[in-house]
């Protein structure tokens, strides 16, 4: 594999795959950890608009949140979801906005064309304006973030061509973005059969594009351990990888990244089957969830009797793919909860009892919980140690940033 194609764009760039028309646009398709670097690169080097294309559900927005994140640390500020701040700590980034890294969520399909550039001030004897406080904090000269406009070809052109001046001249009448203020945009692309909007090419030539690809297991599974998404779902989608995403499902609840993240927080505790296939077939479909409850009717566990016998793994019913599969991952989460060094311990005997395969999955998944308690039990493990260095270099191609 070259080193273009782990760092997330494909190694024939930039021939037939990775150009491909949407929304008569030519653009370049990359993974989440491609793109986050691309908003990072742009960030410190112009500040150019950048609308990103996708597919629903796929991790567009909570990549741009995530960048805005390290965008924050990076700047040595403290990072401030607008959306999900207080009225007094929103009143505190006006007064100091130096010490802050906005990230300011609008969908413009909300808006009127009127509602952007606020409300006439007629105390004076000339008109002049007040804008909105999301765009206010934006024009202070200390002000440092990130705009995301989610779903804007979502709205309609009237609105797009309000956001005109916005997204080329950075300033809406009177009023200029900080020089600390990156505008990003995002939509679905009008194969997704979604209610968008096309966009004039007058706004599309104001705009980098870039396209973001769904991620595969391998690029979404670092994502999810580090998230707790439940270990039943990962294991079954390591076995089952073409449901993580299929691309315009029919119905309205069908399998994407997002909509798996929702069947785990539904499912976490749960254990009667029947709410088990309920729940999830809520968030990814009837067909899914249906496919997930056989996977489980195999795959009970008792993660305190393997760790305390390792040895009952030699039987035949843990020598299923899919029941190892679930011990797998379900080892991880059970050191995230019980992490002292004698649970570490116990789960590094058990790995002899699995193939490589899933010793690295459980490996992976212990680095990401405690990495330093984990580097001080290999010394002395040369096996350990290498299994480390070679989850060092796997890593290195994830790409899914959630």
Known sequence: MSARSRRG???????????????????????????????????????????????????????????????????RREFIDWNRANGCLKKKVIEDPGEYFVFIDIRLSQYDPSDLKGLPDLRSEFVTWRPPMWFYILTLPQSAGILFLDELNHAPPMIQSAAF?????????????????????????PEDSTAVFKMSKALENRFLHVELKAPTFEEWEKWALENDIDPRIIAFLRLKPDLLYVENGSGPAYPTPRAWEFASNLIKGVEDPDDVEMYVASAVGFGAAREFREFLRFSQIRIEEILENPEILNESRYRRMDVRAVIAYSLGSYFKMHKTRDVLRKIIRVLRYFNPEFRMVVIKHLKIVDEGMLEEEAMGNPELVRMLELLNEAMEGDGYEG
């Open 165 to 189: 001046q916005l997204i080329l001249d950075r300033c809406l009448g009177e009023y200029s973005l900080s020089d600390g203020v990156m505008v990003v945009a995002a939509g679905n692309r």
């Open 9 to 75: 764009v494909h190694p024939s760039f930039p021939v037939s795959e990775d150009y491909r028309r949407s929304a008569n646009i030519t653009v370049v398709r990359v993974n989440h950890r491609a793109l986050e670097r691309l908003l990072i690169h742009n960030y410190n080097c112009g500040k150019n608009a950048i609308f990103i294309w996708g597919g629903i559900g796929i991790g567009k927005s909570t990549t741009v949140r995530r960048t805005s994140q390290k965008l924050a640390s990076l700047t």
